[in-house]
């Protein structure tokens, strides 16, 4: 779990391996489960493996009485209209292009995400190689 605090906003973040968890997700709690139910829900029905990262920013606006189940509905939502990358980094800049949240505060927070935006293919390894 690791916190990021940059002045302006303050972003939680929580993560599991395919071995799972040990512990509880206490820096987000329900909402963490919540999301998760719904991205299990929807990888089972598409009988898929998949690694996820799920992006929520919170606003003033936020009504937190309804946190857990908007959590949840907005994760489900999200795969009833499903769209196809070519990159990680494109599927990135567009689930923030809307956010507030500047995307190195994003970027900073989140382990999974600076690991696998930093991770190279085999293919991109050996080019200039051959």
Not at 9 to 36: H, K, Q, V
Not at 63 to 86: D, H, I, M, Y
């Amino acid at each position: 779990m690791g916190v990021l605090d940059d002045g302006s906003n303050t972003i939680p973040s929580d993560s599991e391996d395919g071995w799972g968890r040990s512990s509880y997700a206490s820096g987000l709690g329900g909402a963490y489960y919540a999301a998760r139910l719904a991205v299990v829900e929807a990888l089972l029905g598409m009988k898929r493996q998949a690694e996820v990262i799920v992006f929520m920013e919170v606003t003033k606006g936020w009504l937190a009485p309804l946190g857990v189940w908007r959590v949840r509905e907005g994760v489900r939502r999200c795969f009833q209209n499903v769209k196809t990358f070519s990159s990680l980094k494109e599927a990135f800049e567009e689930a923030i292009s809307n956010m507030e949240t500047h995307k190195k505060s994003w970027y900073r927070s989140s382990r999974f995400l600076r690991e696998r935006l930093s991770t190279k293919t085999l293919e991109q390894f050996f080019t200039g190689y051959t």
